[in-house]
């Protein structure tokens, strides 16, 4: 399911994390909502970053960043507080996760000749499925399942 | 001929689940037959919750048998159902020869079941059979006796004779013919809450007499109250009745006086029995008539719902609730401005009515996620039956409380574990037949299965009189797998906790069916994660009883919601003993633990702050101390604040990270906000673990 093989049918969400682009599958975006408190919940790898509550679903919100190895959030980076949005995924067998992402920028269905193998290892390059080139800019994209597979708490 | 005898092999299957749970009818009826006779032999005034309990256990006798297409015993208990409708609505004398006949059916039913046990029916049992159900249609159809005294007596209203029920008319005749006096209590409540002062009435009614029929009262009543009719019979006259109930607004009218004289008809319409009775002798019986029908709407009138589509409901009950909180809340901040309080209290009524009519909803949606435990006990029945005819070790199974309900989703998990004690108890516990001479038992061995509710738990009992768990073995082994030390000191009861150690057991060999290195801890994680705990007891010699307490339901909970720092947890009220501010004189430190002296008995204290990491939050005042339990082992949970209690939806936390030690899943008190329900049993059992180690 994951790979370059299912991929260039997809659209993707664009999203920016630390000023670099990422891309989504649509198919596996259930819904995207406003940043909201996040109860944090204790013994948790750092990725996790808390929980929240939607519509009675509670549901666990990971941080991009940490996951990417990333630059982690300053409490007061100014940048783009109100930007930042949860990307609630969906995975095959119902699975949810919730996602902090900096901006949500655009839906985008690349053509097959825009897609190229990911870039070689690296930090956080397991949860890159494929680098796409969207004009100058190069967007990797984001191993949706693999993230949504179910990992133990330390 | 092969097709054949394969269609006899899946009858004999299908007869024998049938035969544990109809062995179990029958019992509880020839009980309830017994109970009778005696009434009847001591000319005592019978309890007519008998016949009715006759009858229900009559119609699960059909309704299983309908469910294993076994046509005899669902014609024969048809026909007992028949007799005790009879004589529950007075179409039929409670005298000896009725009882004879429902004991003869009884004791055909017994026989029906001990050839199917042996797998076949055999032309003297269904010619028995048939004899019975010609003598219960005669005695059935006999006419009604006539009435001692009319119902006509009675200085009712029409309107509300008629009302009554067939049943409530025969309850009425019967009072009657024993002489009773018959009272109409009327009352009046205030409707917000006449539940409750309904529910205290009939409570008190219960307690003098016998409450024929609680019929919504005729005429207007005054604004925002609600009036109540309540048919009562009892020896008390009018003005003692109302002296013992002893409650304000009512009116007791005596409707019938058995010393004065009765009998004339005073033109009020006849009562309902004779006039709905077919009275000419060509149409055909009510029994048979009714026969087709009746087994068809038998098996129809249950619905398999999937458990899941409960959940769905129960999630949409919980977004209800959290409405209503909303809905409380607002009605709170218009009660703070003058020109708004009188929308408020319209508003706060409204609130109160949506939250009475939620819990009504929320109590029918978890009664229908209740199942017996019969299922339960009936597949264990099963495995210890096979377990004798491989072993050939006499064991009896001895099952208590098969009625008792639990959530549906409990059952299912139930299923594994208490297996594992089963079987542990049939294997190792119980010696063999020499072994038990030789001890001074009898040489049959006896598991015990016992389920019974208490408050808000239900408790499974699995006690063997076997040999009892080999403390100085369990020692050894606790030794040679360094889980104790040498010079440590052990009562019996922290041996027989060890139990519970993973990977601990004292048997070296593996049987078939147990000992595959699954041990009681794994037991023990399995109902923690339920909520549940388990407790073993056990005597040397004399046995072992091990017992899980599960709370009823998982789906609500009561929570007490307490602050730390900024952060609100919610932890279940049944695992909260008390709460009491934290007095720093009464804290000692002991081996790197904080202790309270809690009316002399030490408390371990655990602060939560520390567990979550709560950053301190600027305006606390004096912590408190909220006292958990789980069993026998308490611990003192240190708060900032408390912030009262609340019925909670527990909901999982969905994500990648599968297990969170010590919480059991969130919920959302109506702000969009989760808020984490603790797990106070893996609490306790990390504070307790730490004190082990350190």
């Not at chain 1, 260039?8 to 969400?13: I, S, V, Y």
């Not at chain 2, 100085?472 to 041996?495: H, N, T, Y």
Request: aromatic share 2%; proline share 6%.
């Amino acid at each position: 399911m994951s790979g370059a093989d299912a991929a260039p049918l997809d659209e993707l969400l664009v999203v920016t994390v630390c000023d670099d682009w990422y891309a989504l599958p649509v198919p596996r975006v259930r819904e995207i909502v406003r940043q909201r408190p996040i109860t944090p919940i204790p013994n948790l790898p750092g990725f996790v970053l808390g929980a929240i509550s939607l519509r009675g679903e509670v549901i666990q919100v990971l941080d991009l960043r940490t996951r990417l190895e990333l630059p982690a959030y300053r409490p007061d980076e100014p940048s783009a507080r109100d930007r930042r949005r949860i990307v609630v995924l969906r995975g095959a067998e119902g699975s949810l996760a919730g996602l902090l992402v900096d901006r949500v920028v655009e839906v985008w269905r690349p053509a097959e000749s825009e897609l190229h193998p990911a870039a070689a290892r690296g930090p956080g390059s397991e949860w890159i499925s494929a680098l796409c080139a969207r004009g100058e800019r190069f967007v990797s994209l984001i191993d949706a399942d693999r993230l949504l597979e179910p990992s133990r708490a330390a | 001929m092969s097709s054949a005898s394969e269609e006899s092999r899946a009858h004999a299957r299908a007869a024998r689940e049938f035969v544990s749970e109809a062995e179990e009818i029958l019992e509880r009826m020839r009980s309830d037959l017994a109970d009778l006779a005696d009434a009847l032999a001591a000319s005592r005034d019978t309890d007519p919750e008998l016949i009715n309990g006759l009858f229900r256990s009559a119609h699960s006798l059909k309704g299983a048998a309908g469910m294993f297409n076994l046509e005899e015993m669902g014609s024969l208990a048809h026909h007992l159902e028949e007799i005790l409708d009879a004589l529950r609505l007075g179409r039929m004398p409670l005298e000896f020869p009725a009882l004879q006949l429902l004991d003869e059916a009884v004791a055909t039913a017994g026989l029906l079941l001990d050839r199917l046990q042996q797998g076949e029916l055999s032309g003297d049992a269904l010619k028995r059979v048939g004899d019975l159900v010609q003598r219960i249609h005669l005695a059935v159809d006999q006419p009604p006796p006539a009435p001692t005294l009319g119902s006509a007596s009675v200085a009712l209203d029409a309107s509300v004779l008629r009302a009554l029920t067939e049943y409530e008319e025969h309850r009425l005749q019967e009072n009657l013919r024993r002489g009773k006096q018959i009272h109409l209590v009327e009352a009046t409540f205030e409707i917000l809450s006449f539940e409750r002062s309904l529910s205290e009435l009939t409570r008190a009614v219960r307690a003098v007499g016998e409450l024929i029929s609680t019929l919504p009262a005729p005429g207007e009543a005054p604004e925002a109250q609600i009036r109540f009719s309540l048919l009562v019979a009892s020896d008390l006259p009018a003005e003692a009745l109302d002296s013992r109930l002893g409650q304000p607004n009512l009116r007791i009218t005596a409707v019938h006086d058995p010393s004065a004289a009765a009998g004339e008809p005073r033109g009020a319409p006849s009562a309902r029995p004779q006039a709905a009775r077919p009275g000419s002798a060509a149409l055909p019986a009510p029994g048979d008539a009714a026969a087709p029908i009746d087994s068809l709407r038998s098996i129809s009138d249950t619905v398999r719902v999937d458990i899941h589509k409960l959940d769905d409901l129960m999630n949409l009950l919980g977004e209800l609730m959290i409405q209503r909180t909303v809905v409380a809340a607002i009605a709170q901040r218009l009660a703070a401005e003058r020109e708004t309080a009188r929308i408020a209290r319209e508003l706060e009524k409204v609130h109160q009515a949506l939250d009475r009519r939620l819990r009504d909803l929320q109590a029918g949606i978890l009664e229908v996620r209740m199942v017996p435990l019969r299922q339960v006990f009936e597949r264990l029945a099963r495995v210890v039956r096979r377990m004798r005819r491989d072993t050939a070790k006499p064991v009896r199974l001895e099952i208590c409380g098969a009625d008792t309900e639990l959530d549906k989703l409990l059952v299912e998990e139930l299923i594994d574990p208490l297996m594992h004690v089963v079987r542990n108890a049939f294997d190792h516990a119980i010696e063999t037949p020499e072994q038990r001479v030789a001890a001074g038992k009898p040489p049959e061995g006896c598991i015990r299965l016992d389920a019974f509710q208490k408050g808000n738990h239900v408790v499974i009992e699995v006690s063997d009189d076997g040999r009892g768990i080999d403390l100085e073995a369990v020692r050894e082994r606790a030794l040679a797998m360094g889980l104790v030390s040498p010079d440590q000191a052990l009562g019996s009861k922290e041996i027989v906790d060890l139990v519970f150690a993973a990977g601990l057991s004292t048997r070296t060999e593996v049987t078939d069916t147990s000992g595959r290195g699954v041990g009681m801890d794994v037991v023990r994680t399995n109902l923690a994660s339920l909520g549940g705990v388990v407790d073993v007891r056990s005597k040397p010699g004399r046995g072992t009883s091990v017992s899980f307490t599960l709370p009823i339901t998982l789906a609500i909970i009561q929570a007490l919601l307490v602050r730390v720092g900024h952060q609100r947890f919610a932890l279940p009220l049944t695992a909260v003993r008390e709460t009491l501010p934290l007095e720093t004189e009464a804290l000692q430190h002991s081996h790197h633990h904080e202790i309270l002296n809690l009316r002399g008995e030490p408390l371990r204290l655990l602060r939560l702050r520390q567990v979550f990491g709560s950053a301190p939050s600027a305006a606390d005042g004096k912590p408190y101390v909220v006292v958990v339990a789980v069993g026998d082992a308490r611990l003192g949970l240190v708060v900032d604040r408390l912030d009262g209690q609340q019925d909670v939806v527990i909901k999982p936390i969905r994500g990648p990270i599968a297990s969170m030690r010590g919480i059991t899943g969130a919920t959302d008190l109506g702000d969009q906000e989760a808020v984490l329900v603790l797990d106070v049993a893996a609490l306790i059992d990390d504070a307790s673990r730490s004190r082990e180690t350190s």
